[in-house]
T-cell receptor
């Protein structure tokens, strides 16, 4: 596609429910990133994919968070048993370059609200 | 550990002024630095990417400079316009796989 596409753009859920956030990177981009932006906070790194593998999962806040990428393209971030502190905007970015040597292109984000 | 700081945190100026936004980082062993713009409720838009071998990059009214040895970058905005109002973020690579972002400068340009 023309840019990084994320869905849903907004998600309101009840505490304890599971949510899935989807990211469609720019076609041909091998690197994919998930970041989280909480209200008034900076961007927090969550996970990075090179192709389908995730060399670095160190940013995932807890074992309730998981992510996968299939076919070197679409990625899904799953949050199980959501908590109120999970409320944030989840941003996905892709890059044509390996690692973080190149320019990053971000999606519009998925705003998650946990009641 | 890499830390990125942006000054000022917020800036409000009249239209037409030339602006300088500052970004500093603690570990000078970087191979690039990227400036982004974020509009309220939106994702990030890449503005400029400066490689470590470069001193500056220009795009339209924007000019970004990089001084690795002093751990600083500046984003210069010429002849500011109300449409420039947004939060500006700088980011540097850390390890091989992530960017570390500053907390941003929130810019408001009023007519």
């Amino acid at each position: 596609g023309a840019g990084v596409s994320q869905s849903p753009s907004n998600k309101v859920t009840e505490k304890g429910k599971d949510v899935e956030l989807r990211c469609d990177p720019i076609s041909g981009h091998t690197a994919l990133y998930w970041y989280r932006q909480s209200l008034g906070q900076g961007l927090e790194f969550l996970i990075y994919f090179q192709g389908n593998s995730a060399p670095d999962k160190s940013g995932l806040p807890s074992d309730r968070f998981s992510a996968e990428r299939t076919g070197g393209s679409v990625s899904t971030l799953t949050i199980q048993r959501t908590q109120q502190e999970d409320s944030a905007v989840y941003l996905c970015a892709s890059s044509p370059s390996r690692g973080n040597t190149g320019e990053l292109f971000f999606g519009e984000g998925s705003r998650l609200t946990v009641l | 550990k890499q830390e990125v700081t942006q000054i000022p945190a917020a800036l409000s100026v009249p239209e037409g002024e030339n602006l300088v936004l500052n970004c500093s980082f603690t570990d000078s062993a970087i191979y690039n630095l990227q400036w982004f713009r974020q509009d309220p409720g939106k994702g990030l838009t890449s503005l400029l990417l400066i490689q470590s071998s470069q001193r500056e990059q220009t795009s339209g009214r924007l000019n970004a400079s990089l001084d690795k040895s002093s751990g600083r970058s500046t984003l210069y905005i010429a002849a500011s316009q109300p449409g420039d109002s947004a939060t500006y973020l700088c980011a540097v690579p850390y390890n091989t796989d992530k960017l570390i972002f500053g907390t941003g400068t929130r810019l408001q340009v009023f007519p």
